[in-house]
């Protein structure tokens, strides 16, 4: 099997939501100093690309940023808070094979709690019900897992099988991209739930065997976050894949490795070079150095797909193994 790299594309730092555990919202850009639209044509054909912000349907040329990427990307992914549903409809509309994940944090008081964002959870539901009424399939929720939030992990995923839509998750880092450094990551009582949240992804209730599959991933890629959430020692995930299966462009076009550390390690920007000198540069060779040494132990979906591409017979024991300690009543097995 072949891995694809991901390019993930910060558009905007401006946002409609205030989270609390990511501060994006309070260090906005301005339209004027955000990347073009045009210089994504610089991107290589091929890659999984991942149109994130801030909140990027807030950019008035999110359709032209569409029009660009959609044919040169193996996947188009829009990653976005739900809020502006006439305008995530209308591009599944156009574009019906791209991805599209709508963020929650949970059901409606938790979600709106934590995103500071006024009716959040129903906007989010009401463009979920609306897109599967388009050709767009490929369509979901996702929510990042935080000490605050895990008594909803159950019910929202019960509620993504019942509408017949996928449920992303990921687990609360601090870094620059998110502009945190006291987001809580260890929980015991987040732990107990994060576990019945796995077990249920692996006696997955959905329909077709493809759709149980993905929830079997799901759970194996689960099995970091909750050794994050203990907070085991380094050593426990496979080896991070910044600059070799991922990189990330920011509003400004500069492109780095990862969103992870502390700091932005810049190696380029898209807008001064083409793509192939930036990774190719002696910046790009500091930086790959940076991401072998580096020991922040981020959680990131990303890393885990490779790994269980390259790697199949790891995750397929892990789901063999514990799917029949849950039959006969056990523990996971982490």
């Known amino acids: 099997m072949k891995t694809t790299m991901q390019a993930s594309l910060i558009t905007t730092f401006r946002c409609n939501a205030k989270c609390n555990m990511c501060n994006i919202w309070q260090c906005p850009t301005r339209p004027e ?10 991107l290589p054909e ?43 409809v209308e ?27 006024k009716d959040g959870f129903d906007h989010a539901l009401h463009t979920m019900l609306e897109l599967r009424k388009t050709k767009c399939k490929n369509i979901g929720f996702s929510v990042v897992i935080s000490p605050d939030n895990y008594k909803d992990l159950v019910p929202l995923y019960e509620l993504c099988v019942a509408l017949g839509v996928e449920l992303g998750n990921s687990v609360v880092h601090n870094s620059w991209y998110f502009h ?69 462009v920011d509003p400004w076009g500069n492109v780095s490795p990862c969103n992870g ?4 390690w810049i190696i380029g920007n898209i807008k001064e070079s083409s793509f192939e000198e930036i990774m190719n540069s002696d910046k790009a060779k500091e930086a790959a ?38 039959r006969q009543g056990k523990d996971i097995c982490w």
């Open 180 to 248: 945190k450094s006291d987001n809580q990551i260890t929980s015991e009582e987040a732990l107990a739930a994060h576990e019945e949240f796995v077990k249920a992804l692996l006696t997955s209730k959905r329909r077709g065997l493809k759709n149980r599959l993905k929830d079997y991933g799901r759970a194996y890629f689960n099995k970091s976050i909750h050794r994050r959430l203990r907070g085991d020692d380094y050593g426990y995930r496979p080896p991070c894949g910044a600059l070799k299966d991922f990189f990330f």
């Open 46 to 88: 091929g890659l999984r690309i991942n149109i994130t912000g801030g909140e990027a349907t807030i950019r008035k040329d999110i359709d032209k940023i569409f029009e660009i990427l959609y044919p040169k990307a193996s996947l188009l992914e829009l990653s976005t808070n739900g809020y502006n549903t006439e305008k995530i």
């Open 289 to 326: 150095k940076k991401c072998a040494e580096c020991k922040k132990n981020c959680a990131f979906i990303v890393t885990e797909r490779h790994d269980m591409v390259r790697r199949p017979w790891i995750p397929i024991k892990w789901i063999l193994k514990n799917k029949l300690r849950i």
């Open 261 to 264: 550390s502390d700091e932005e």
């Open 33 to 42: 100093e955000e990347i073009d639209y045009t210089f994504y044509e610089k």
């Open 91 to 117: 591009l599944a509309n156009k574009y019906p094979n791209i991805l599209i994940r709508v963020s929650v944090e949970g059901l409606p008081k938790i979600n709106d709690e934590k995103r500071g964002l």
